[in-house]
C-alpha cells in the first residue's frame, strides 16, 4: 500500500512570506505526528495528532507555526512570516494509534521523504 | 525534558559486531525505547523498541538495564548498507506534557 506521502518535496520562499505544508498519512492511520530537522543535525518533535486532535501544541517553536489535522487523514502545517532560521527538512510520520501514556513505542512510525523547507 | 546523549559517529568494517549507547534521563517511565535508521534525503525508518531486559529482531538487539537510564542498540556483522545516522527515541518524562525525543544521532560509517 501507500505510504506517508508530503507535498511538496521542496520549497522555496521568501522570509516573510506563508507557507503550507502537506501531510498524508498511511490509511487508518489514527496517529501523525510533525518533526523538524535543520541541516546535518536530529529530528526535533513538534506536534503529534491523535484522530484530529493534538493534546500538546508546547514542541511548536513560535506561535508562528500552526498544525490541524481533519478527517483523521490529511494533516498540514503551517508556517507564518517565514524566518532564514526555519529553513530544515519537515518530517511526517503516522502510527495505528497511540494508547495510554506512552507515544515512544506504542507503534512503528512510518515517516514521509519531507518537505525541505528554504527560506531567503 | 529527556536528555539523551549518542557518540556522534562511530566507525566499523564490515562483519564486525557494531554497538551504539543513548544514555536517556527523565524518560516516561512507562513508555517505550525505540531506535531508527535514517539514510541521507529520506525519513528515519525503525529498527528495534524495546521496555526492559533485551530484545532482539532480525536485524538487531537492543539492550536496556533496569534504570532505563541507557539503551544499547547491537548490529551484529556489519555491511556498508549500514552505513547510516542512527537515533534513539524516548518518551518525555510524565509531567503532564506528551512529547518525543530524539537522540542527536549517531553517523555510522562501515568501510570493506
Known amino acids: 500500500g501507500a505510504g506517508v506521502s508530503q507535498s511538496p518535496s521542496n520549497k522555496v520562499t521568501e522570509k516573510g512570506k506563508d507557507v503550507e505544508l502537506r501531510c498524508d498519512p498511511i490509511?487508518?492511520?489514527?496517529?501523525l505526528y510533525w518533526y523538524r530537522q535543520r541541516l546535518g543535525q536530529g529530528l526535533e518533535f513538534l506536534i503529534y495528532?491523535?484522530?484530529?486532535?493534538?493534546?500538546?501544541k508546547s514542541g511548536l517553536p513560535s506561535d508562528r507555526f500552526s498544525a490541524e489535522r481533519t478527517g483523521e487523514s490529511v494533516s498540514t502545517l503551517t508556517i507564518q512570516r517565514t524566518q532564514q532560521e526555519d529553513s530544515a527538512v519537515y518530517l511526517c510520520a503516522s502510527t495505528r494509534e497511540v494508547t495510554g501514556w506512552g507515544l515512544a513505542g506504542v507503534s512503528e512510525q512510518y515517516f514521509g521523504p519531507g518537505t525541505r523547507l528554504t527560506v531567503t | 525534558l529527556a536528555k539523551t546523549t549518542q557518540p556522534i559517529s562511530m566507525d566499523s568494517y564490515e562483519g564486525q559486531e557494531v554497538n551504539i549507547t543513548c544514555s536517556h534521563n527523565n524518560i516516561a517511565t512507562n513508555d517505550y525505547i525505540t531506535w531508527y535508521q535514517q539514510f541521507p534525503s529520506q525519513g528515519p525508518r525503525f529498527i528495534i523498541q524495546g521496555y526492559k531486559t533485551k530484545v532482539t529482531n532480525e536485524v538487531a538487539s537492543l539492550f536496556i538495564p533496569a534504570d532505563r537510564k541507557s539503551s544499547t542498540l547491537s548490529l551484529p556483522r556489519v555491511s556498508l548498507s549500514d552505513t547510516a545516522v542512527y537515533y534513539c527515541?524516548?518518551?518525555?518524562?510524565?509531567?503532564?506534557?506528551?512529547?518525543?525525543?530524539f537522540g542527536s544521532g549517531t553517523r555510522l560509517q562501515v568501510q570493506p
Open positions: 490509511s487508518g492511520h489514527t496517529a
Open positions: 527515541l524516548v518518551g518525555d518524562i510524565n509531567t503532564g506534557r506528551r512529547a518525543l525525543t
Open positions: 495528532f491523535q484522530g484530529n486532535s493534538a493534546p500538546d
